[in-house]
C-alpha cells in the first residue's frame, strides 16, 4: 500500500511536470540522493527526488461516521501518515530550473490537495484517497532530515499524506517478494 501511494503521486506529478516542460525524460525520481555509501545517486541528478522519510501511526484519524470500516477482527483499522520529501536535486547552472520545477510543483499540489478515484481513477482500489499537507520543517529539525536523507540542504518542501489503514488479515501473494504475511492494508476515509 505504500509502494502504491508513493508511486502514484510520483506518477501524476511526474506527467504534470513533464507536460509543463515539454520534457520526455521523466522529471522527478523516487530515491535517495545518496547511496548507503554516500556517493549521489547518478540517476537522481538535475531532477525532482521524492522520498519518503518517515511512516507515523496517526493516532488522531478524522473523525468517522457511524459504520466505519473495521478490521476482520472487529477491531478498528490502525490508521498511518506518510511524510514525503520532494527535493530540487540541481546544481550550477541548472540551480535555478531545479526552482522553477519546485514552484511547479507546489502549484500542482496546491490544485490537487488530494486524490480519490473521482479525480484518480487509475488510484489504487484499496487505497479511497490521499490527502496531501505541506508540513513544515523548523531550523531545528532540518539538520535531522538532511542527515537522514544523507544529501546537503537544497531547496525542497515535505509533505504529510494521510491515508493508510492496516488490518491484520493476510495480503495473498506479491509475485516475486512475499509469499504471505498477516497485515492487510486498506484505505481511510
Known sequence: MIHSAVLH???NLNQYLQASFDEQQDVVVVSNVTEHDGSPVAYANNRLVLSLIRIEKDTFPQAKPPGQPMGHDGKRLLHFNLYILLM???SGER?????EMMSSCIRYFQRTPYYD???SPDLDRSIEKLILDVENIDF?????VWNSVGGKCMPS???KVRMISVDD???EQMPGRLTSTQSTLQKQD
Do not use: R, T, W
Open 9 to 11: 503521486i510520483h506518477k
Open 88 to 90: 530540487a536535486n540541481f
Open 95 to 99: 540551480y535555478s530550473e531545479g526552482l
Open 117 to 119: 478515484h473521482g479525480n
Open 140 to 144: 531545528d529539525q532540518q539538520p535531522g
Open 157 to 159: 518542501i515535505m509533505y
Open 169 to 171: 488479515i493476510g495480503v
